[in-house]
């Protein structure tokens, strides 16, 4: 494909840093790198589907980057990138100049992806080669426009981040659509970046510090779910690292969401709550061999992505460690250079406070093989923004599970709390003693290398599996709604149904769903290390039993509000419980505890049975300042009884809650204990005791 320069523009050689476009007051400066492309041009559009009006060479290269300065160009340009270079699969290279790209730096997009007859695709769907053969129609009109954005025009009003202590942290994973989109919320623009400021007030009332919004980097959604009716709710399909999602723009200009998004961080702040991002560079929507040329697959494919073949073959195909097509190549600088830039602009730009790293597991491969001293872990300690802020990874992928095993400034999803958690609330033996290392801050994961109990995120419920309520009510999957004949998500949930399978009008059933809702919510607030409660658990929100609600933009997935007012009692408990943790700080712990810190106690003031594997109650003893706390966590069918140690000299135990009364919450007052040495726990209940 011969392009041929047409502008009246004037157009400089410009400068090869930084990357994207960057608008001046004279206009903007492109630059794109790519080690192996031959030519670059920018294309400029008005509208996201009309004819283009401008295309000019990116004629200067500098250290593999084309740059130009065009004159005029200023903020709400529409444009993409033409990128030329051999079409050699085989050998790793898919440059398609018919093929519109979106800049791998642009800041925000305008208009929506489609596939009209496959015309997003570098090869021929219909060639027997397959992704060997070329594609040369053009897909400008398929393909969102990158969009010049101008980051010094929002007004941060004096934003200061909260700088939460990380032992103090109270995590809520939220999806940011999904929190208003329901008529319930009656919010002035649901769905929205303004429509999530409008229930900030909830998660002050709540108590909770910090909210981990799932994916807001722009996405794609597949031709595989449109043409079921579906979308990828979710997020993780990533098409460009530096631009918010446009379809939660509440105003109608491009790029409007990018001063919106930075609204609400900023709202947060003033609140008190900082925010976290889960971010994914692992893996990008172009998918595998046979995926679209979108992005990056155009702009230097054996750059970004690890490739592979077979024995003594060139590199035709993608390594997938994200089980989703591909993977990011971070064993390269570029690649490097690419991810840290986009995480610094989160950052700075955007004022977050922390990233949660997807399938982090496959960043820290290093030729495949997951090492804690990989190069992309190096490169963030080092980093002086980055090696600031907080740090999450989901510690695992398709392949490896690593759970304990990141690097010191990281902290962890820890899926080990979650699977004891639930096994012991289900009424599995053999609990008692894990369960004991988990909520006493999982030292055996994380004591070795100089890290200290927050670095386990703990959690019983994430936006992948069970909401909290379902957990309780279904003993296996009903994902049928997701139209794979139910064999997606996984199978392994802990879970068990209390009696009945789904919904049910029988009292005794709903009633024990809300006591051992109230036991997990304890068990995850009570343990050392930062709790993550997942978004809607608070209200007891369901999924109706689907534990993989990715594809489900609508009310399966969106917070019903009339569930604050059904479920009142378990709000009230869970916002009773979070006041209470943050009042005690034995019950957010920076260190890991000691001998005099900890005790636990079998039912006679005597040790625990650590190795009965039939036993499934647990109780422990733990010394603030100033008061004691006694705990009493009894999974078994039976009532318990368990003797009481004598509280410190001119102290008295009372009862702060026991989930088995309805209607109990945690408190200061309490009711004082009468016979005052022992307390009878009900079957499948929790029990906190407070002497002050």
């Known amino acids: 494909m ?28 492109f630059a794109l790198y790519s080690r192996h492309a031959t030519e670059v041009y920018v294309e400029l559009y008005d509208t996201p589907t009309g004819a283009a009006t401008d295309l000019i060479p990116l004629a200067q290269r500098t250290r593999n980057v084309f740059h130009a300065f065009v004159a005029g160009v200023t903020p709400g340009q529409l444009y993409g990138f033409r990128v030329h270079g051999p079409y050699e699969p085989a050998h790793g290279h898919r440059f398609n100049p018919h093929k519109l790209l979106v800049d791998p730096y642009a800041k925000a997009l305008a208009g929506t992806l489609r596939d009209d007859a496959n015309r997003i695709l570098g090869y021929d769907a219909a060639s027997p080669f397959r992704d060997l053969s070329f594609d040369d129609r053009d897909d400008a009109d398929c393909v969102p426009k990158s969009v010049v954005v101008d980051d010094r025009a929002f007004d941060w009003q004096g934003d200061a981040p909260p700088n939460i202590p990380f032992e103090q942290m109270i995590i809520y994973e939220v999806h940011l659509k999904g929190f208003t989109a329901h008529a319930s919320s009656r919010s002035a623009s649901p769905g929205t ?24 980097h722009a996405r794609a959604v597949g031709d595989f779910l449109t043409a079921k009716g579906l ?47 889960d971010v994914v560079y692992n893996h990008t929507v172009e998918g595998s061999e046979l995926g679209p040329t979108l992005s990056l697959r155009g702009v230097d494919n054996a750059t970004y992505y690890e490739l592979t073949g077979g024995p003594g073959e060139p590199a035709r195909y993608y390594m997938n460690w994200s089980g989703c097509g591909n993977s990011l190549e971070l064993d390269r600088a570029p690649v ?35 090492q804690q001293a990989s190069e992309f872990f190096d490169v963030v300690s080092q980093d002086p923004i980055l090696s600031r802020v907080k740090l999450i990874a989901e510690p695992w992928d398709i392949a490896t599970y690593q759970v304990g095993n990141f690097p010191v400034d990281w902290s962890e999803w820890n899926g080990r709390f979650r699977d004891v958690v639930r096994k012991f609330e289900k009424g599995e033996p053999g609990q008692v003693p894990e369960l004991a290392s988990r909520l006493s801050g999982s030292s055996d994961l994380y004591g070795d290398d100089g ?15 069970f909401t909290l309520r379902d957990l309780v009510s279904y003993n296996g999957k009903h994902n049928d709604a997701n139209l794979e004949g139910n064999h997606d998500g996984t199978d392994d949930n802990n879970a068990w149904n209390s009696g009945a399978e789904g919904d049910t009008g029988d009292a005794a059933i709903i009633g024990m769903r809300h006591q051992r809702a109230r036991n997990l919510m304890l068990q995850l607030l009570f343990a050392a290390g930062t709790p993550m409660l997942l978004g809607g658990d608070e209200m007891l929100r369901t999924q109706h039993g689907n534990n993989n609600a990715y594809c489900h933009d609508n009310e399966l997935s969106w917070f019903d509000w009339r569930l604050a007012d059904t479920n009142a009692d378990h709000l009230a408990f869970v916002r009773s419980a979070i006041a209470f943790v943050k009042k005690y700080p034995a019950l957010q712990r920076r260190t890991f505890f000691t001998g005099s810190d900890l005790k636990w106690y079998g039912f006679d ?6 190795g009965d594997p039939e036993l499934r109650t647990i109780a422990y003893l733990l010394a603030g300042d100033g008061y004691q706390l006694f705990v009493i966590f009894n999974a078994s069918w039976h009532h318990v009884t368990v003797r009481i140690p004598e509280p410190a000299t001119g102290r008295t135990w009372r009862r702060v809650v026991d989930t088995s009364v309805a209607g109990d919450r945690l408190g200061d007052d309490g009711v004082a204990l009468a016979p005052a040495d022992h307390y009878l726990a009900s079957p499948r209940s929790s029990v906190v005791l407070l002497a002050r």
């Not at 392009?3 to 400066?29: D, I, K, Y």
């Not at 970046?193 to 919004?213: A, Q, S, T, W």
């Not at 890290?451 to 599996?465: E, I, K, M, Q």
């Not at 003031?605 to 650590?610: K, S, T, V």
Request: aromatic share 14%; hydrophobic share 40%; glycine share 10%.
């Open 193 to 216: 970046y303004r429509g999530f400021i409008d229930k900030i007030p909830h998660l002050v009332d709540l108590g909770v510090n910090v909210v981990e919004f799932l994916p807001l």
């Open 336 to 370: 490097i250079r690419f991810v840290m830039d986009s995480l610094r602009y989160w950052a700075t730009e955007f004022h977050v406070d922390g990233f949660r790293f997807d399938l982090a597991s496959a960043l820290g491969r290093t030729r495949g093989v997951f």
């Open 451 to 465: 890290r200290l109990p927050y670095n386990a995120v703990n959690f019983v419920t994430c936006h992948d599996g």
């Open 231 to 277: 979308t990828n709710y979710w997020g993780y399909d990533t098409l460009s690292y530096f631009a918010p999602e446009p379809s939660y723009r509440a105003g109608a200009a491009f790029g409007d969401e990018v001063a919106e998004l930075k609204t609400v961080v900023r709202e947060l702040h003033r609140h008190g709550i900082e925010v976290i991002l």
């Open 605 to 610: 003031l005597d040790d625990p049975r650590w």
């Open 2 to 29: 011969q392009l041929q320069h047409r502008t009246s523009r004037q157009v400089t050689g410009g400068h090869f840093h930084p990357l994207g476009a960057t608008p001046t007051a004279a206009g903007t400066n």
